[in-house]
């Protein structure tokens, strides 16, 4: 959700601060702003919209200084407008936020008494007021800052600047992630690394609770009770190169084209070469004692945990449960003895997962994650996390942490079995050489986007698409619906179609899409008399199936998309390709915002 930076440095900060904010675009955002300190003198500028409109703004009205803050906003309290923009100034101090502050009306209705009356519809501007407010009563800034924290309830990451203090800020973070980057005489903040990537690759993670005083000088950190801490400085890999479109029109469709590669990477790193086992060397983790598992998520993630699920019973032998992160935490569910916990999400920061999984810490046996950042808040707090090397993903609707997800998660599943003694050493070493061979088939899929794309032509023209799918295929139905929705705004939903005759068949006319996700599995005769019964009421079919399948549906189909046959347990992660494929040539048919459809945040940091 929304982005935040920051510098105290020795040039010119406005240029670094839109630089930095451009590479936090992928989370989500309707309205950008920064505010400087100048010769003492504290100002800002603001724009709905893109950054670009910032920019050029800045253009009109520059803004000096060698020390500020930016911020883009994904509206939560008030709609996109200049002055719901941040940053937030009252008075003598700006301040920028992420996270939600849940007090704010107690604390509003506080500063009325005092006469200080809300300018915003936001919860944020409360911070700045009340800063302000005892900066007026004679607190020093840091103190002021802190004293305001000390009051906020909610989740939130916080940057303050000051006016007559241009060497001086002030962070904090409790919900929300926020990092520190180190230079030579210059300090830095962001939402996550890769906003400070173009400016140090020295990196430290503030963790719960913790508040920052920045100075050029360095970083002086207090914990959550208030004691002088340190925080290690690791050095991050990410250059220009992983954030830039590599020649492709957008970032999505690069993210598509890179699943051969960093899936081939997430095989190797958990399956090296030379051995059919699966050890994952250097994880201490062992499924023999485990009963039940837990596996919860939201959005794609989700997806990713109910396709793994059949993956845990069917090879493993292993109940599984799945929930949707934000009704778990809620409904606050017994853990059974003998049971683990296993979070996914591409960010690791996302809220709701987060607050599930310190939900489940002490009351499960053990806490696994399967993350795309390493150092992320669900990383750090589980007893082992997974990477899924699928490097920075910048297209807001997943795709290559989507099949990589799978991917770890069936490497999970193969491990379980092996554990649990439910595959032989020949089984297991038949799955591992399928896995091996998997970026092969992936590069074969790829080779059918031009089909796909004719195919997103027709189905552009849809106000509604039904997605198919039996047993392993029906959460990547669930998926494919996600993808179309989510880019191309149009209604799409995925059902199990042995589902279809207790309510979906009657949409069924000559103008309803319907998608079919066929293999030919062991469910392939059950799913094809599903399509008849689709195709007899005129819909249509859009089937997705191998050669074989292909065959047997006929020549009465409204369009077909070949895949390259491959073993059963991979038809989930060979079969997203054509249904990302198909959600984003249809967006651009459609000529909506592929990268960053409207009201979508990448990483969704509050609830």
């Not at 904010?21 to 950008?32: P, Q, T, W």
């Not at 906020?152 to 303050?160: D, V």
Request: aromatic letters at 6%.
């Amino acid at each position: 959700m929304c982005g935040i930076v920051g510098v105290v440095g020795k040039h010119e900060a406005a240029p670094i601060l839109v630089e930095a904010l451009k590479r936090l675009e992928y989370r989500g955002y309707d309205s950008a702003g920064i505010a400087t300190v100048n010769e003492g003198r504290l100002d800002r500028r603001r724009a709905v919209g893109k950054l670009a409109n910032l920019s050029d703004l800045l253009v009109h009205q520059p803004l000096p200084g060698k020390i500020g803050i930016g911020h883009t906003r994904w509206a939560t309290h008030g709609a996109p407008s200049v002055s719901n923009s941040h940053p937030h100034q009252a008075g003598s101090v700006a301040v920028v936020h992420n996270g939600i502050i849940e007090n704010y009306r107690e604390l509003r209705a506080e500063l009325a008494e005092f006469g200080i009356q809300p300018e915003t519809e936001t919860d944020t501007e409360i911070v700045a007021q009340l800063t302000e407010h005892y900066l007026q009563n004679g607190d020093a800034p840091i103190a002021a800052a802190y004293r305001a924290l000390d009051r906020l309830e909610g989740a939130f990451a916080l940057a303050f600047v000051f006016d007559g203090h241009d060497d001086l800020m002030v962070v904090a973070r409790q919900g929300s992630p926020l990092a520190i980057g180190h230079g030579d005489g210059e300090m830095y903040i962001g939402s996550d690394a890769i906003a400070l990537a173009p400016m140090t690759n020295q990196v430290s993670y503030l963790e719960e609770g913790d508040r920052a005083v920045l100075s050029r000088a360095g970083a002086t950190i207090h914990d959550a009770a208030g004691a002088t801490v340190t925080r290690e400085i690791k050095t991050i890999a990410i250059d220009a190169a992983h954030v830039d479109k590599g020649g492709h029109k957008h970032f999505m469709a690069k993210e598509i084209n890179e699943q051969p590669t960093v899936i081939a990477e997430a095989i190797r790193c958990y399956l090296p070469t030379g051995s059919n086992s699966v050890t994952l060397e250097g994880v201490d983790l062992d499924f023999r004692n485990v009963e039940r598992l837990t596996m919860v998520a939201c959005g794609t993630a989700y997806y990713a945990c109910l396709t793994a699920k059949y993956w845990f019973e069917q090879l493993a032998g292993l109940p599984v449960e799945v929930d949707v992160a934000s009704e778990f935490r809620y409904r606050e569910p017994p853990m059974p003895a003998k049971s683990m916990a296993l979070f996914v999400s591409q960010s690791g920061e996302t809220a709701d997962t987060l607050a599930a999984l310190r939900y489940c810490t002490g009351k499960v046996d053990g806490i696994l994650s399967v993350v795309n950042a390493a150092e992320s808040s669900i990383a750090r707090e589980s007893d082992i996390a997974l990477p899924i090397h699928a490097g920075v993903e910048i297209g807001v609707a997943s795709t290559k942490a989507f099949t990589c997800q799978l991917t770890v998660l069936l490497i999970l599943a193969l491990k379980a079995a092996s554990d649990r003694g439910t595959m032989d050493e020949a089984q297991i070493a038949d799955h591992v050489a399928a896995l091996r061979g998997l970026p092969s088939a992936l590069n074969t899929a790829l080779e059918q986007s031009e089909a796909i794309r004719r195919a997103a032509l027709r189905l552009s023209e849809a106000r509604d698409v039904l997605f198919l799918g039996r047993g392993i295929m029906y959460p990547l139905a669930m998926e494919g619906a996600l993808k179309l929705k989510e880019i191309s705004y149009i209604h799409a939903e995925g059902y199990p179609a042995g589902e279809l005759k207790h309510g979906p068949i009657a949409l069924i006319d000559k103008n309803m899409p319907v998608v079919f996700m066929t293999p030919t599995d062991a469910l392939f005769d059950k799913t094809m008399s599903n399509m008849q019964e689709v195709m007899a009421r005129k819909g249509k079919v859009l089937m997705i199936s191998d050669a074989a399948g292909l065959s047997a549906g006929g020549n009465d189909l409204w369009n077909s998309i070949a895949m390259p046959e491959i073993h059963a347990s991979l038809t989930p992660i060979l079969y997203a390709l054509p249904a990302q494929l198909l959600a984003y040539h249809t967006a651009v048919a459609k000529g909506t915002d592929v990268d960053q459809p409207r009201n979508l945040a990448k990483s969704v940091t509050v609830e």
